[in-house]
Nanobody
Framework: QVQLVESGGGLVQPGGSLRLSCTAS????????MGWYRQAPGKERDLVAS???????NYADSVKGRFTISRDNAKNTVYLQMNSLKPEDTAVYYC??????????WGQGTQVTVSS
C-alpha cells in the first residue's frame, strides 16, 4: 500500500519558518519524483516545488528564494523548508510522488497558516 504522510504544518507568524516532512512507504522512493503542492480555499492545487530522483529541483516563482525542497532517500522522506513565510502562503500543502509518465500519488495534506 502506497502511503504518503505529511507533517510539520501549523500556525506561524509572517516572516517565520516551518519545515514540512513527507514520509513515504510502499514504493521505490528513490526512483520517484517528489513534489509539494498547495491549495488555498477556492483555488486550484498548484505546484510549489518538485525534486527528481536525481536531485534536480524546480520552484514556483512565488516561493523561489524562500522555500527549499530536499529529499533523504535513506529515510524515504522529502522536506520543504519554508522561510520568510507570508500570509499568501496559507494553504493545505500536499506531498506527491510520481513515477515518470504515471499518475501521481498524493498525501492527505497538512495545513499551513501564516497569520499574526
Amino acid at each position: 500500500q502506497v502511503q504518503l504522510v505529511e507533517s510539520g504544518g501549523g500556525l506561524v507568524q509572517p516572516g517565520g519558518s516551518l519545515r514540512l516532512s513527507c514520509t513515504a512507504s510502499g514504493f521505490s522512493f528513490s526512483f520517484y519524483a517528489m513534489g509539494w503542492y498547495r491549495q488555498a480555499p477556492g483555488k486550484e492545487r498548484d505546484l510549489v516545488a518538485s525534486i527528481s530522483g536525481g536531485g534536480s529541483t524546480n520552484y514556483a516563482d512565488s516561493v523561489k528564494g524562500r522555500f527549499t525542497i530536499s529529499r533523504d532517500n535513506a529515510k524515504n522522506t522529502v522536506y520543504l523548508q519554508m522561510n520568510s513565510l507570508k500570509p499568501e502562503d496559507t494553504a493545505v500543502y500536499y506531498c506527491s510522488a510520481q513515477w515518470t509518465r504515471t499518475s501521481p500519488y498524493w498525501g492527505q495534506g497538512t495545513q499551513v497558516t501564516v497569520s499574526s
